[in-house]
């Protein structure tokens, strides 16, 4: 018989390996009770439908949808639902991103036992749960000045490789609009050149490849 004060969690990963190695640790806390895995969004999502749990532990990147969306569905489906976010991507702007949208913990894939197993506690306390070096580059983004919709485009477009004359046909603006931006773009990075700029980009989640 299932123990009705036990934390209901799901865990979703694109890895059944990790999705294993997560139960048997958390299976050990007589406390955590893992309802149900999956490797996909969609499953994700079913698992939430049926079984409501308390907490989900969620991977950013999956093989159907990403970590994101993921989210904001489990979210439409139950308000009340607390999402950690597990994951290697560290990038600020991943975690500024997941937190603004509605996750209550943030630990990176490499945290021992004990920091998973305590984040899952003091979330489902109803409070939030972020690691000291995560808390670290969420305060670096919030002081660097942010792209604007139209220069993650172009950065976007950087990041495929295409040059100027190039981008302002894919985004229909002038080639000396698409300067103006990728100059602007180098200043709020803090880089000097555009391959630079997609690296920069890249480590710190601005944009996905």
Known sequence: MKNTDQIRIICVDDHPIVLEGLTGVLSLQPEFF??????????????????????????LSLRDETGFQVMREMLDIQADIRIIILTSLEGDADIDRALA???????????????????????????????????????????????????????????????????GAELKIAEDTVKMHVKSILAKLGVSDRTEAVTVALRRGLIHL
């Not at 920091?115 to 306390?125: D, G, N, P, Q």
């Open 34 to 59: 893992v309802v149900g895995t999956s490797v996909t969004g969609a499953g994700a999502v079913e698992l939430l439908r049926k079984d409501r749990p308390d907490i989900v532990l969620l991977d």
């Open 101 to 167: 949208m509605g996750a209550q913990g943030y630990v990176v894939k490499g945290a021992t036992r004990d920091e998973l197993t305590r984040a899952i506690r003091i979330v489902h306390s109803g409070k939030r749960y972020i690691p000291g070096d995560v808390a670290a580059k969420m305060a670096e983004y919030l002081g660097s000045e942010k792209l604007t919709a139209r220069e993650d485009q172009v950065l976007a477009q950087m990041a495929r490789g295409k040059r100027n004359k190039e981008i």
